[in-house]
């Protein structure tokens, strides 16, 4: 089956530890996204890569860093830096027409 | 920037139909999305507008004027499983930008 796989589903945190959230996905789509969503609100661009070793800076980027070293995998790091790390986190990918396909999500708690 | 508005809450009952609107203002701008989320999980693609007018698909619908910046989704014959969050997105260039979101509860 073809699809996206974020993991872990629930992810918690101690304040001040650096936390890597996986996302894979075996559609050989080569773009890929990550977002994060608050209660009661829509989802916001953290990072998003077109290729492959690629990657730019989305709308809310600080205190999360990525990598693309393989077409497959956008994994997102989310450092001490960020504020408010709390949040329910969505990876996407997306192929050559307009559609993006979303993974699960991953809800991090950081206490 | 990226601006798209959207009703925080709709309530509606079992049968009937609801418009939810969305206006947007984005420098650029290539096609807008509706998506459906139901609470806790992923969005799930609803449609997508690139031209002006009206798209159907079942029982929703959703509409784009270019020129006044303004879509809506219709749903129709409205049934409870249809409670759950919609996000008006717009896309410009690689990029989606989410409104906030319009949360439509059902009653029976």
């Known amino acids: 089956d073809g699809g996206i796989t974020q993991s872990p589903k629930y992810l918690f945190r101690k304040e001040g530890q650096n936390v890597t959230l996986s996302c894979e996905q075996n559609?050989?789509?080569?773009?890929m996204y990550w977002y994060r969503q608050d209660p009661g609100q829509g989802l916001r661009l953290i990072y998003y890569s077109q290729i492959v070793n690629d990657f730019q800076k989305g709308d809310i980027a600080e205190g999360y860093s990525v990598s693309r070293e393989k077409k497959e995998s956008f994994p997102l790091t989310v450092t001490s830096a960020q504020k408010n790390p709390t949040a329910f986190y969505l990876c996407a990918s997306k192929d050559r027409t307009y559609e993006q396909y979303f993974g699960p999500g991953t809800r991090l708690t950081v206490t | 920037g990226q601006n798209i508005d959207q009703p925080t809450e709709m309530t509606a009952t079992e049968g009937a139909i609801v418009q939810i609107n969305c206006t947007y203002q984005t420098s650029g701008f290539n096609g807008l999305f509706w998506y459906q989320q139901h609470a806790g999980e992923a969005p799930t693609f609803l449609s997508y507008?690139?031209?002006?007018g009206l798209e159907e698909k079942g029982r929703f619908s959703s509409f784009l004027s270019r020129s006044k910046g303004y879509s809506y989704l219709l749903l129709k014959e409205l049934q409870m499983k249809d409670s759950a969050s919609y996000l008006c997105?717009?896309?410009?260039?690689?990029?989606?930008?989410f409104g906030a979101g319009t949360t439509v509860t059902v009653r029976a």
């Open positions: 507008n690139v031209l002006d």
């Open positions: 559609l050989n789509h080569d773009a």
């Open positions: 997105a717009a896309f410009n260039d690689y990029k989606l930008s």
